[in-house]
Structures are given as structure tokens and as C-alpha cells.
């Protein structure tokens, strides 16, 4: 590893564009060298291999891996509605559900979906571990989870519909152009999560394992967020969603720093991990 040139991950979802602009466009171009992958798991395993100095990581990365310390403030969450972490059934309730085919994508999203099943709908389906298409994942299993933009590209299809037994869910008939799957539910996960708790989450935060890292994260996501122009204009081809629709949902729906709310979701987000068992025994975040 290059010691001059400090190595960060993070992955290529929209969600994550903001933090990572400048490092790739802005002030902190050239100083660093970045590894995009669509996968944030992939982003854990590099700072788990000590192969980055930092990393943009689901949360429960604090939890599994030692001698963890989290960049403060800097964060992926959502107050209330998320819109790119969803389970998607094939019409039928989550209450219904005897399988879910999990996104191998994720690490905070597994923990909390079966946290949603265990704690908050008082059964346990059977768990699949599958990779991020719907097709495949809804023939096998009666739910899917999906994160980033696959999930967010479900989530706008269709409309909101207040009549369905769990508040957040949205019918639709349309996931991508190739999907030949009609009559679906998508279910927001941090709805479901604000419904249970009246709280927010957070997803996903910087991670070093170094004692300290002299990099301003912080300066550089608000750079980025200066730039959310330029960022939903490149997107919006990608994800066949307007320049608006994508400003809207970084604004609104991703939160970049963290409040009061966010903070308690995830404190208790982690309790309840340990308390089902999905964590060994909950550790206070360290900060650098």
C-alpha cells in the first residue's frame, strides 16, 4: 500500500455521491485513491483486509470488525423514508412472507430486515442469500431485499397506497426494462423502522481502523453537496429518474449528517442486534 497516498472505498451508489465528489472532482482530487464498487459489503471487506485506510461502510461494520473507529457526524441515513432500502414482495403482505431472498449487496439492511421480522412482526422467515436481481430473487424466495439504486429504482415505480396492511408500501408494476414480474409491493425499510420506533437510521458512515486519518470528510461531503447539480444530471440517465425526482431524494430522503433521531435509531438499532442475536454484544462507537 502506498503510504503517501491514503486509500479510501466507497460504493458507486447515488446515495454515497455526495461524499465522494470531491475526492473525485473536487479539492480532494488527487489526493486520495478511490475504489468504487456497487457493493458497500465489498467496501467492509477492504477495510477489513487493511487493504483501504478508510472506507464508506454499512454501520454494523462498527460491530463485527475490531479495533473500528467511525469518522463523527458524516453519515447515509434517513429521518423517516429512505426510498433506496426496500423489501419487495409479490403483492402479498409482509405479514405473509415465509421467505426472503437478502441482497448480498448489504450488511446494515440484512441485520435490519430480520430485526423488522423478529422484533417488530413476531416471526422469522427463511433467509437466502442472493445477488441484487429481482427476477431471480422473487422466483424463489416470497420477498426480496434491495438496496441502493436497484431499490430506488423499484420505489418509483407506481403510487403510494394508503389501503395496504403495512403503512409505506407501494404497488408496482415496473422494476427495469428487462423485468417481466407485474403486481409487485415494495416496502420502505426506514418507514417500517420510523413506524416501530418514531425514529431515523443511519445506513452508513466513514470507518478507518487508524487511530487518526487526516482527511476533512466533512468539508468534503458539503462540497459535494454544493454540487448536487452536477450529481443528479449524471445519474438521471442512469437511473431513467428526472434530475429533480434524484435532487429530491438526496435532499429529502438522504440525510448527510446526523440528529438527535438518527443518533438514538442507531444506538437501539444495535441493541436490538444484540439482543436477537445478530451481533455478539453491542460496542459504543469509537470515534477518531
Not at 475504489?35 to 459489503?41: E, G, M, Q, V
Not at 416470497?142 to 409505506?168: C, F, H, K, M, Q
Not at 459535494?224 to 435532499?251: P, V
Request: proline share 4%; with cysteine; hydrophobic share 45%.
Amino acid at each position: 500500500m502506498n503510504t503517501q497516498t491514503p486509500r479510501l472505498a466507497a460504493s458507486s451508489y447515488s446515495n454515497t455521491a455526495p461524499l465522494i465528489w470531491s475526492f473525485l472532482y473536487g479539492s480532494n482530487h488527487g489526493k486520495v485513491e478511490l475504489i468504487l464498487d456497487n457493493a458497500p459489503s465489498r467496501s467492509a471487506e477492504l477495510l477489513e483486509q487493511g487493504r483501504v485506510d478508510a472506507a464508506l461502510v454499512p454501520v454494523i461494520t462498527s460491530q463485527v470488525i475490531d479495533d473500528i473507529r467511525v469518522v463523527p457526524d458524516v453519515c447515509v441515513g434517513a429521518r423517516k423514508r429512505v426510498r433506496s432500502v426496500c423489501l419487495v414482495t409479490k403483492g402479498g403482505d409482509l405479514t405473509d412472507v415465509r421467505s426472503v431472498a437478502l441482497d448480498v449487496s448489504s450488511r446494515t439492511s440484512v441485520v435490519l430486515t430480520k430485526i423488522i421480522f423478529r422484533e417488530f412482526l413476531g416471526f422469522e422467515p427463511e433467509w437466502r442469500d442472493a445477488n441484487p436481481d429481482i427476477d431471480t430473487m422473487l422466483a424463489g424466495s416470497d420477498a426480496a431485499l434491495l438496496i441502493g439504486d436497484p431499490a430506488l429504482a423499484v420505489a418509483e415505480r407506481g403510487t403510494r397506497n394508503p389501503n395496504l396492511a403495512v403503512p409505506g408500501a407501494i404497488a408496482t408494476g415496473f422494476l427495469n426494462p428487462k423485468s417481466h414480474i407485474s403486481g409487485l409491493k415494495s416496502y420502505d425499510l426506514a418507514e417500517l423502522w420510523n413506524k416501530y420506533t418514531g425514529l431515523g437510521l443511519v445506513f452508513a458512515m466513514w470507518m478507518t481502523r487508524k487511530d487518526r486519518i487526516d482527511i476533512d470528510f466533512a468539508a468534503a461531503a458539503a462540497e459535494g453537496l454544493d454540487h448536487l447539480e452536477q450529481i443528479a444530471a449524471n445519474y438521471a440517465g442512469e437511473l431513467t429518474l428526472s434530475k429533480e425526482e434524484l435532487k429530491e431524494y438526496l435532499t429529502v430522503n438522504i440525510s448527510y449528517s446526523m440528529d438527535e433521531s438518527m443518533d438514538a435509531g442507531m444506538r437501539l438499532y444495535f441493541e436490538l442486534a444484540e439482543k436477537l442475536g445478530l451481533i455478539d454484544e453491542y460496542v459504543p462507537l469509537k470515534f477518531v
